[in-house]
């Protein structure tokens, strides 16, 4: 007895020695192979979707931009570099000076290449002033020169004692916070 498969694979064979004469070997590579061009005239092409060896159909590849490069050529047409690169520093903020500065400090903005921070206490504003330098540097290597060009350093916001319809006029207080 034969196997199903074995015999429905005779039948291939038989039914393309009848049309062609020839069977493809499949171990071949090019068992899938069109038959050459028939002589003295030119092969007509088949209409619809060219397929690969396999028989499956070819991926339809445009020649179109990716989506970075139009975004990027977008950027650079409309001026939008040094805004994206600032938004960059505020939202990398950690990364640029470490976490446990980016823990004590806050990038609040960034105006006319001034980067405003605002810190928890007086005593990191001052070890941060005396780190300007370093943190310039560093964003320049990132971002590119020319981005943030000055920081603004400011201590915490001391409280307001201006409550009420009825206050003294004055300073308030004399007291230092931070």
């Excluded at 498969?5 to 071949?28: H, T, Y």
């Excluded at 899938?32 to 690969?52: D, N, Q, Y």
């Excluded at 320049?140 to 350093?153: D, H, S, Y």
């Amino acid at each position: 007895m034969t196997d199903p498969i074995e015999q429905a694979f005779e039948r291939i064979r038989a039914e393309a020695m009848r049309r062609n004469g020839s069977v493809p070997d499949l171990n071949k590579n090019d068992a899938f192979r069109r038959p050459p061009a028939p002589k003295g005239g030119v092969e007509k092409r088949k209409k619809g979707r060219a397929s690969g060896l396999d028989g499956r159909q070819k991926r339809y590849v445009r020649g179109a931009e990716s989506l970075g490069s139009v975004l990027n050529k977008e950027i650079q047409r409309r001026g939008w570099g040094k805004d994206i690169a600032g938004g960059w520093v505020t939202s990398n903020w950690e990364e640029l000076v470490g976490a446990k500065i980016a823990q004590h400090t806050r990038v609040e903005m960034i105006k006319d290449k001034k980067l405003f921070i605002t810190c928890d206490s007086t005593a990191w504003a001052t070890n941060l002033r005396m780190m300007q330098r370093q943190i310039l540097q560093v964003i320049a290597e990132k971002v590119g020169p020319n981005i943030i060009t000055e920081l603004r350093i400011f201590g915490p916001q001391a409280p307001s004692w201006r409550k009420g319809p009825l206050h003294v006029k004055g300073r308030g207080p004399r007291d230092t916070y931070g």
